[in-house]
């Protein structure tokens, strides 16, 4: 990729949200946004090669885009009025004679941020399903084109094209409007927005299938989202939750691969390859979070705090996260939150207890065919001596998942078991 390429698609990636926002405020269509949008990126790829990157790139695309607007507008305004003549009707309403160049620069110069917060709550539109708000927000908010959304979700590009298309022509069938919603919904809505968010980055923490333990890209672009929610919604307390909890998660990418791209458990990680500089922010939003309220995120964000500021597995206060994941699982209730509990428990209390607290949720249906549940009981059963099980445990959970990474993890955790025997 040539340097003016690499910088087109880095300016692409930063701004469409915000591009695709203002024109999908002026035309009410989310088709007719990015298709304007797609023009001014295909504008700079033709002129940026020849006459050189402009000083103000984003500035550049927005002017642009304008223009591509503008032209249409005058083609149609033009039709309308030989339309007009030949039918004999009326002249053209005065509010058409404007400047169609200032009618579109009064629709697309208002409040920016008040066009990503409606993009992002339309994105998230409880008319489509969760799948289909993820493509949208990762299409039109996170600049991705359909292939690189397809190949993050191991998916044909045909089939994430159609699914993106579904969600756009949803939208337009049942007339939903691009702005936000009623102040009663909002929290609702903020919810679903935080949980897309979320779930675009916890798909490239934790892989759930392919050969790759960790998509950072992914987790880059989600983080993007939050930091941009953030600064539309400064005062919601899990807004900066969940900006502090992929913060300092994302601290950990580095540690999490080893040098051939094999998985590496927290136990095992260099924590001197821990991201600094993300600690701190992570931290930070945290601070905000909890001055604010807080909620599950907030919480989540907490755990990982803990984490952050131990200098080792064994320095880890893992009593206090035990407490947090209590506090979280009655909050939110649920199956995974109490395994993750069961964890902090063994560390604190001992291999026995924390395979007292996982045994519990062998029944749970939600757990059927969630692979951390045998790994779990695998790992205390190991502590514990009692190595066949253990390796069986191993065993099951290697068979469960649909990571490469993580089946090669826990086979060699099998093995282990049995050479202890």
Known sequence: MTTTAAAVEAVWR??????????????GDFSAA????????????????????????????????????????RRQTNLNRKLAVLAHQESVKQSQERDPMATVDDHLDTAVHDDLLRLIFTACHPALSTDSQVALTLRTLGGLQTKEIARAFL?????????????????????VRFELPPADQLPTRLEAVLGVIYLVFNEGYSATAGDDWTRPALCQDALRLGRVLVGLQPQQAEVHGLVALMELQSSRLPARTGPDGEPVLLADQDRRRWDQLLIARGLAALDRAEGLGGGAFTLQAAIAACHARAVSVEDTDWRR??????VLAHLTPSSVVLLNRAVAVGMSEGAARGLEEA??????????GYPQLPAVRGTFLQQLGRHDQARAEFERAAALTSNAGERRLYLQSAVEADRRQ
Do not use: F, N
């Open 14 to 27: 930063i701004e469409s949200g915000r591009l695709v926002a203002a024109l999908a405020r002026r035309t």
């Open 34 to 73: 990015e298709d304007l949008a797609q023009d001014a990126l295909e504008i700079a790829l033709r002129q940026w090669p020849r006459d050189g990157i402009p000083e103000h790139p984003a500035s550049w695309l927005m002017a642009t885009a304008k223009h591509v607007a503008a032209d249409r507008y």
């Open 321 to 326: 996260i035990a407490a947090l994941y209590t």
């Open 359 to 368: 045994d519990r949720l062998r029944d749970e249906a939600t757990l059927a």
């Open 155 to 175: 998916t044909s590009e045909a089939t994430m094209g159609q699914r993106i298309s579904r969600a756009k022509r949803t939208l337009t069938e049942q007339r």
